[in-house]
C-alpha cells in the first residue's frame, strides 16, 4: 500500500466514525469536497450528513 492509499485509508475510516468532516478528510487527502464523496460512493462508504448539512448544501446550489 502506497502512501497516497495510507491516507484515503485513514481519512475514510476517521470519516466513517465521525471524527473528521467530509471536508476536513478531503482536505486531509488532498483532494476536492467532490472527489472525497465520489471515493466514499465507491468504497461503499455512506455519507454522515444531517438533514440541515443537506440543506445547507442545497442553499449553496
Do not use: C
Not at 476517521?14 to 469536497?33: N, Q, R
Not at 467532490?34 to 442553499?59: C, H, Y
Amino acid at each position: 500500500m502506497d502512501e497516497k492509499e495510507k491516507l484515503i485509508s485513514l481519512a475514510t475510516e476517521k470519516y466513517a466514525k465521525g471524527v473528521l468532516s467530509t471536508g476536513k478528510a478531503a482536505e486531509f487527502v488532498h483532494l476536492s469536497v467532490w472527489e472525497f464523496i465520489q471515493l466514499l460512493k465507491a468504497r461503499k462508504i455512506p455519507m454522515n450528513l444531517t438533514s440541515e448539512q443537506v440543506l445547507e448544501g442545497v442553499d449553496n446550489i
